[in-house]
């Protein structure tokens, strides 16, 4: 029996629960045997439709296989082996399980055709991803884990809502361009659980939130599946809304804002991660094919550059415990390895030539200049100038250079360091072969990133940022503080409008309970004793009295009877003659 | 990176680093205003990009706007201590 | 065919049992409990290999003349959608037993003979054909529970326990009275031949206001609700997973046996308040309920909001809405009588029903923790459980009706997810409550042995629903038909 198509999310969800049951050398092959096999499963995947299933009277498609699908197939792949080549070092099963489970769900959102199997592969990867975080154990953790799956679950409850009046609306449950049916409730809903996925400002909070708490393996995963699984949806389901184009560019610099006010070096890269998601959500708006490229060809760098970004810092996060900027510094000396990988990530991201970030986040910026949208042009040409000053310039400044402060550190284990050096190459093979990228972006391309214009304007940009970074390095030292960012209205906020809920509802409940206790109890309890007052005077009364009269005749008869024959015989006597009487002249 | 180390504690040799690093900045510069007239370069899609140095101009202002823009915004409304939602 | 009555039997079995604890010893008051419990539900497994999907007439029927003069028979008869209640109140009954099995210690013989008479009322029940019996075994259903809520409940059990007594008793006599007028009205008490007469509107109305009562109490619509917080929460463990797993399901069983198919102009003539007191339902329930601070009163208040998904479903009177009501009423007595063992469970170590004094389970009793996990996704409606369907179904029919509905609905499902995972993380995560610490808390093989199967139910109901939507739609088929309504658009199923 010939097997058409397997689906590789899951082979992953599924071939996780074999590692529970295998240690050792074992368990380290299969660790990494998996994910391959998904990458070899992606690559060899022919177009088509595959994994139709009737349930509920609709298709249910797991098996949507084209251009776009598949380009984000392989570097969902490819992370994941990356990220569990990270992650051997870990002894945890339950991360491993988790990790491969959220892989999984991505690449089964990915293939998934229509929305009802969007949605389960779309709660299964919140519920995974939360229980990523939740596996570091401690307390942080733990509640920034419920938050994350409070806000996810949300979002997906937002999200059955609008297929359920995409099903009434329409009657199928297809997942395809939404533009026809632009400004429904349907439509509005979907976008908005689309663009929590994707971090976007105000719904965003969740993510700067959740990453940082996780492992310095979890949060590798977590960086490169949700976020861009939704970025797959917008392209598949949203291209060319308008409104997302002033969304992205939104985006884009309001994580670069944030990340100047960070201390949390993870965090720090998490708002990065908005601001490089803007860039493509900006793609998205934009809608034209170089656009749509754009966002699909950077999400695909960014997955590698951000992953070996984090790769870098939950390394130094390994070997000396610290997270926190003020907290580190000198490590050039004894990371010098960890320092070039991660070198290499910040270049990328920052599009410096030759990187993979350069030939990506180019034709984004080139198609908002091609639609002539001066604004996001300007917009997201300053957001690259933040992302080189914060994570070129600060983080590693901080990090790896900065005061001395004597502390003791050492390369981390071999296997992060292989995991770092494979994302490093992707992401210089891409730079310098932008080609092999190209050739798999969903329409054809007729773009060429290097031009005279575009390098040096480029490097003048960097160049000049680096100069400013120098002149007001005073103004950037860390201090140990946090930022509100808007989940303030679910940590603060909610408690006290829970209190005021609390007691105005409870006041209701109370009113209600007591109306209810007095139209049902009080009239019966009122009858009950009214019965009891009648049973009590009335009857009972009655009932005594008759005895007592039944008792005064019978005394007053007894003291009749005498005890003398005449008088018995003389009241005989006149008993016969009466009823003689009554017989002859009675009815 | 003893190299690296050498540089950057030695005050001699940091300065020599950074008059290079001005040195390379110029070049970028003037790279950036006179090659697109020396090689063939593609039609700009703004009119701004055809200011000599943009590029670096606009670094250089996003930089400092973006810093001052979110400092102040930290001063004023945004930063709250370490410890803010723990209570 | 099969060779014995199999109605009469899986209805009567649990009374023979009862009739022979009196006469056994104390402790093996609860192996007689297991033992005619498990025997129902074999005894009933014909039903459900022998029904006839595709048919939507009564199936395994049985008429035995009762009372001529009041042309009352002893009838009984199954169709689509009397079905899975019988299963679930059989598979339920079997579970509170385990459930129950240490936690009464008190006066077990009672207990189990109380419990074993409730599962005859409660089977009975859903296999009654005409309304006398129906009745019979209405009233029959409220004193066992009476006694056990009153006699093995918590602190104010007794005034849980009348105050469910009064606010039934209400209903039921305003059931009398409609029946009565219906009999004379139209001189059967058969209900597919009521089904079949045509009576006036205004005589609809008085019976339809009559029976909402009766059945309003018991499902609960707001705002009669209130009796029902505390008889769950006073209730035990088994008392409380009959009562939100079968007993809320009568009220519902009853629109759909009585209120809909006797008296449909009625019905449309009071939708709009209905569909009102629904929506109400559900939303303010849920809100409540995060207001919550005992657990059981949270899981009580819980199912005000789902059963209001439930009245909702079957007040848009389309196919999607009365199919998903269904099944979510099945759903719903899986998920919460589970929810209600587990609470069971752990108050049997901590005696303490606060959730502030719980935490750190997932240390302590990994096992129970995730058994706990499934439950509560489930509740949620984490596609792939079976709560899913159902609310997916009950929302789509309510869209059809009207848009503002399905948007309360979704709202429910949010606060629903709210406060789930609140109680879940409240209970589970973080540090050891003051009420947790030092116990020897995991779970015990029969433990676990009585919550596996409701977790098997969960999965399968949510992987394959086509198990439990193959039996009902022939039968929900004909009951749109009888109330003469349009199918709904939009797909369907």
Redesign the interface.
Known sequence: MTVEWVHPGLLLIAGAWILPLIRGWTKRAVMVLLPALALIDCVLMKPGTYGVVH????ELVFGRVDRLSVLFSYVFALLALIGMIYALHVDDDAQHVAALSYAGAALGAVFAGDF?SL??FW??MA?SAALIV?LRRD?GA?AAG?RY??VH??GG?CL??GI??Y??????LTFGDMSPHAGS?AFTLILLAFLLNAAAPPLGAWLPDAYPEATATGAVFLTAFTTKSAVYALIRGFAGTDILVWWGAAMAVYG???A??ENDARRLLAYHIISQVGYMVCGVGIGTQLAVNGSASHAFAHILYKALLFMGAGAVLQVTGLRKLNEMGGL??TM?IT?ALYMVGAFAISAVPLFSGFVSKAMVV?AA??S?L?GA?LLL??AS??TF?HTGLKLPYYMF?GRDRGLRAQEPPSNMLVAMGLAAAACLGIGVFPDLLYGYLPYPVDYAPY???HV??????????A???FL?LK??DPE??????TDWFY??GLSVS?AV??RG??RV?HV??R???AI??GP?LAVATCLRELDANVIDAAAVGIGRLTQAVSWRLSRSVSGHPQHYALVMAIGVLVAIAFVMFGP | ?KL??RH?EDPGRLLRLKRWCYA??IV??M??VL??RL????R???WF?DLP????????A??????V???L??KL??????T??DG | MTTYPVLTVTTFLPLVGAAAIPVCRERQARWIGLATTLSTLAVSSPLYFGFDKASSALQFVEVVPWIPSWRVTYAMGVDGISLPFVFLSTVLSVLCIGASWSAIQVRPREFYTAFLISETAMIGLFTATNFFLFYVFWELMIVPMFLIIGTWGGDARVYAAV?FL??TL?GSLLMLVGMISLLHASGTLDFRALAATRLTLETQAWLFAAFTAAFGVKVPMF??H?WLPDAHTEAPTAGSVILAGILLKMGGYGLLRIGLPILPDAVRFFLTPMIALSGVAIV?GA??T??QTDVKRLIAYSSISHMGFVTLGIFTLNRNGIEGAILQMINHGIITGALFVCIGMIYERTHTREILAYGGLFKLAPVYSTLFAVFC?AA?G???LNAF?GE?LI??GA??VW?GL??MA?WG??LG??YI?WLY?RVV???AGPGVRGLRLDLNVREVATLLPLVILAVVIGVY??SVLGFLRASVAQLLTTVAVAHD?????
């Open positions: 349930a509920l009277g609709q009802l949605f389960l709660e299964l519920l939740w307390r733990v419920f799956l409070l679950l949300f409850v059955l809502g359920a009046f099903w009434s609306q329409t009657g199928s409730a670069v804002v944030y100047v006010l050039y000396k010098p320092l080139s200049g091609e002539h001066a042009f040409t300053v100038s933040g000053l250079f031009t005279t214009r040096t304007a480029t490097l003048g940009l960097l160049g000049f940022t100069l400013g970074f007001l103004h950037l140990p503080i946090i930022s509100l960012d940590r603060r829970l809920t609390q509802l409870g409940e209600v309970a109306i209810s206790d049902v109890r019966v | 990176m690296l180390e950057l390379g900045l970028l510069a790279s950036e090659a697109p090689f063939h370069a593609e700009a899609h703004f990009e140095a943009w590029g670096s101009l606009y670094g250089l996003s930089c400092a706007v973006i810093i823009v979110s400092k915004l930290g409304w945004l930063s709250r201590p370490e803010y939602y | 105050k009064l606010f209400a705002p009669v209130t303010y809100y409540v995060l207001a996704l949620i984490f596609p792939g369907v997916f929302i789509s869209f059809s848009r399905g948007v979704i499902v949010a997810t709210t995972l993380a995560l973080g540090d629903p086509e658009v939009g797909g369907g199923l």
